[in-house]
Each structure stands twice: as C-alpha cells, then as structure tokens.
C-alpha cells in the first residue's frame, strides 16, 4: 500500500501512482489465476471394461480359481468396489481444505467530487477474520477423523466385498456339483426307463409301472433343468463381482472347510471386536469426528471477530490510516442452537457405536452356535455315507448280473444321490456361514489381507489400487 500513501502529491505522482497501482494489480491477478484449478472435460466410456482371468504363468490363462484368487480379484477389479475408493481421494481434499487460513478481504474505493477545487478521495481496506484461530484445532480434528472414518468404511467395504465374492463362489461351485449329482440321477432314471421298456416289450411289467417310471424321470429332468438354471444365475454374479465377460470360461476349485472357533476363541475374538473391525473402527473415528465438531460448535459460540487496516485521502487531500474491529454479537442464540444440535448429533455417533457392537456380538453367536450343530450333522450324514457307496457298487453288479430289478437298482442310486446332495448342501451351508463368521469376529477374509485391520493404528495405509 506504500504506492498509495504517495498518491496525491503532484499530477506526475498521481500518474506514476497509477501505472504501479496498474502493475500491481496485473500482478496479483495473475499470481490468484496461478493458483485456480482448470477445468478439462472427462469423456464417460461407451463400452464395458472387463478384467482379464489371472494368469498362472504370462501368457497362460489360470485353468482353475479357487476361492482366494477370486476374492483377491474381486478387490483389484470390481468397478463398484474401485468407485467406492475415490472416497478416500476426497476426504484428503477435504483435510487439506480444513486446515487452510480463511482469504483476506480486500476492499477499495473511490470517490469523485463534483465541485471544483476538491481532489478525488480513495481508500484502501485490507481486513481478515480471526475468529478460525479458536476453532481451526478442532475443525482439523473433526476432518482428520472424518477421513479416519472414510478409510475404514472403504476397508469394511471391501471386507464387504471379498465376503461376498466368497459366498458368490461357493453358490458357482455347489450349484455347479449339485448339477453333477442331478445328471447322475437322470442317467440313472434314463437307464431305468430303458429297463422297463425292454420289460414292457416282455410284458414282464404293466404298462402303469412304465408310466410311473416316465414321471419319476420327468421331475429329474425337471430337477436339472432348474439346477443348470441356478448354476447360470451364480456364475453370473460370480462374473460381476471379478468384472469378467459374461462369455468368461473358467473352472472353480472346491472351496476348503475351516475349523470352527471354540467358546474360549469366540470369547477372545468378540472381546478384540473394536480393535479389528473395520465398521467398528470407522464408527469409532465418526464418533470422535462429531465430538471434535461439538467442541468447535462450542468454542464458536465466541463472537466472529474481524480486524483490518485501512488507508484513506478525501476530497481535501487529508490522508489517513486506520484499524477496524468488526465483532458479531450472538444476541438470537443461533451459536447456542448449532452447538446443542452438533451436541445431539455426537450423542447419536455414540449410540449407533454401541448398537453395531452389540449386534455384532449377538450375530457372531448366534451364527457360531448354528454352524455347531451343522458340524454335527454333517459328522452324521459322513459316516454314512461309505456304506451307502458300498451298497450302491454292490447294487451295480448285481444289476448288471441280472440279480437285481430295475427298481430297486434305481432306489439305492437315488438314495445315494439323495445323501450326496445333502452332504453337498452342508458343505456349501457351511463354508458360506464360516466366511460370515469370519467377518463378524474381524477376521481378514481370504484373499483381502491387503485390507488387514493393522490399518487400525495407521489409517492412512489403506491401499487404493
């Protein structure tokens, strides 16, 4: 402002006044469009972008997945999944933008007499609110939480994500057995058909046993008919969560069973819960985020305090300097009113915490104690079943011996078709409750230890792929 304490002295002074005043504003114009973010525009894609199957080797497609590679690719490629991950690319802006000083503001004027024998007054004014030095601890605060909070919902997401991709997997690959089993049922009902054909043609069977035979094949067929469907719809959603072409060809390897935890583990793991959970963790860093906001709602009841400088000549050429204080008075209560309500709104951050552990607890026990009993029951049904094998191989050659109807031959394959598929439903029941487990004791899902909760002391290292 020294170039306009010089102002007025001379016709020649007032014009060099002017051209650095010119200058000086050149100047600054450019130095604050230096700063301004541009614009490009960003073309949306006009076809989808599939991800390509892993490789085992390069240039060699992976001939089998099993259930590890496909929630590891879930994560790398899933388009929902890599969208949810910008988040974390905003919440860093936003930390950055809380912790920078509030603009100055520059005021100018002038004024042109209309009588002679009077100069042109100005003035300059140049002011900034100060009130941010009580509040900007804590507004850092609030955003560094928020954005604590904004990385572990991305971990719990993803934890989301690989959970479901599991689940989708053991659907693919159980439907993708039970269509097996079912094949050997209708072959089986086929090879009796033929049976009681031949039979018919023997007059060796009534014409009723034939077309109850024909029935009993239909609804086998029948049977297949709608597992092939269902094996479609989960290869499908198995293939929208790995973000493959609809047309991809790959196998999928048996998913293996897990141990179950005991009661003192399932103690240990629920005790640990809002050490390893990521939801938890992020509803911990909401929690602080809305009490570092209650705490600047609470320092803001302060009134907003401006000060500035200003420099100022009038008509008579009297030139003068000045400070100016502007300070808002908080007669209405609207300060009051914002820091009850950020008050409410942590009271709420605090019960939604505590309802999520207490469901988490409750689901995680409840879920262990039902796969108990499914442990149980398969034990069951396994020790079964290699009687049943035997009983079938035997009816295998006796049948073929001749020492052995159609029918009966057909009722011991169809009763180990029966145990199989139940066998098979287990498994699949129970691989799907254990992934579930996993993830309500906190537990990395397979495939997703990029995402292991060690990010709990160091947030920021949540990995954006």
């Not at 069977?205 to 719809?233: D, K, W």
């Not at 145990?419 to 487990?437: H, M, N, S, W």
Request: with cysteine; charged share 20%.
């Amino acid at each position: 402002m020294r170039w306009c304490m010089a102002a007025g002295s001379t016709p020649g002074g007032t014009r060099m006044a002017c051209d650095r005043a010119r200058r000086a504003g050149a100047l600054l114009l450019v130095l604050l469009l230096g700063g301004c973010v541009s614009y490009q525009p960003r073309p949306l894609a006009q076809a989808p972008r599939w991800s390509p199957l892993p490789a085992a080797a390069p240039g060699r497609a992976l001939p089998r997945l099993d259930l590890k590679q496909a929630v590891a690719l879930a994560l790398h490629d899933n388009p929902d999944y890599r969208a949810a991950l910008l988040d974390a690319r905003i919440s860093t802006l936003q930390l950055r933008a809380a912790g920078l000083l509030p603009d100055p503001q520059l005021s100018a004027s002038a004024d042109h007499p209309g009588t002679p024998g009077y100069s042109r007054a100005w003035g300059l004014g140049l002011s900034a609110d100060v009130s941010w030095l009580l509040t900007r601890g804590a507004t850092l605060d609030a955003a560094r939480a928020q954005r604590t909070a904004t990385l572990l919902n991305l971990a719990w997401r993803g934890w989301a994500l690989a959970q479901g991709t599991a689940t989708d997997f053991i659907d693919a690959w159980s439907a993708q057995q039970r269509c097996a089993l079912l094949q050997r049922q209708v072959d089986t009902e086929r090879t009796r058909a033929a049976a009681f054909s031949r039979a018919l043609q023997r007059r060796d069977v009534t014409l009723e046993n034939a077309a109850a035979n024909l029935v009993t094949l239909a609804a086998a067929e029948s049977q297949l008919a709608s597992a092939e469907q269902a094996r479609a719809a989960a290869r499908a959603r198995l293939d929208a969560d790995l973000n493959l072409p609809p047309d991809a060809r790959y196998t999928l390897r048996a998913p293996s069973v897990l141990a179950l935890p005991d009661a003192h583990q399932l103690d240990a793991a629920l005790a640990a819960l809002p050490r390893t959970r990521p939801d938890l963790l992020a509803l911990a860093a909401a929690a602080q985020a809305r009490d570092a906001e209650f705490r600047a709602a609470v320092l803001a009841q302060f009134p907003a305090l401006s000060v500035g400088i200003t420099r100022a000549s009038d008509t008579s050429r009297v030139h003068s300097t000045g400070i100016g204080i502007s300070l808002s008075l908080p007669v209405f209560g609207g300060a009051q009113a914002r820091a009850r309500i950020a008050g409410a709104t942590r009271d709420r951050a605090v019960a939604e915490y505590q309802a999520r552990l207490d469901g988490a607890d409750r689901a995680a026990r409840a879920l262990a104690a039902q796969l108990r009993l499914l442990v149980a029951q398969r034990a069951q049904l396994v020790g079964h079943l290699p009687q049943l094998r035997e009983l079938a191989a035997n009816a295998d050659r006796a049948f073929a011996g001749g020492n052995l109807s159609g029918t009966a031959w057909a009722g011991v394959q169809q009763n180990l078709i029966a145990r199989e598929l139940e066998r098979l439903y287990l498994d699949a029941t129970l691989a799907k409750g254990q992934v579930a487990l996993a993830a309500l004791l906190g537990h990395v899902p397979p495939g997703a230890a990029a995402l292991s909760t060690a990010t709990s002391s160091n947030p920021a290292e949540v990995p954006i792929p």
